[in-house]
């Protein structure tokens, strides 16, 4: 799978009566996008991201944000974070984990609810996607996963998401 390039995305955060829309415009690499939104006031926002791909849109989990003169607000854990990286990036729209979201999903990519793999491995999986398989990954149809560029701390994220709690499960990653 390939991000797209020419769509129109924008993002919209809400809190209250206040409404703010945001263009996003093209990043580096064919299909990534940039917005930034300036917020009015502190509060906890909701952000809904408009792919520009026909009608869909991912709305994240509530945005919480403060007064420059106020204290940061907690440190959120890695697991935490990596729930919100798993809506943010947009993992649900090929995986189905229903203990981050019950958003629908296209159903391509494995069923992550309740499946642990070794840290290791997922990690270098999900920083080169192309370059390693997991083979005892059940796949339904044709579709690999793309390479989303994420940060080594985004990745960190999302291998203590994916593995909270649970016991490991039997991967083998193979090279192509």
Known sequence: MTPLAGLQPSVE???G???VSVSAIPDTGAGRYVATLNLPRPGDWTVTIHSGFRVSETTLPPLRTVNA??????VLSDVERGRRLFIAKGCFMCHVNT?????PSLRVGPDLTG?????????????QPESLQLTQLPRTGPFRMPNLGLKAREIASLVAMINSGREVSAVTPQRK
Do not use: I, M
């Not at 203990?99 to 958003?103: D, K, N, Q, R, Y």
């Not at 642990?116 to 999986?125: E, T």
């Open 115 to 127: 499946r642990r793999y070794p840290a290791g491995q997922l990690a270098k999986f999900l920083a």
């Open 17 to 19: 009566d206040a409404n």
């Open 69 to 74: 003169s106020t204290s940061a607000p907690r």
């Open 13 to 15: 955060a809400k809190f």
């Open 99 to 103: 203990e981050v979201t019950s958003a």
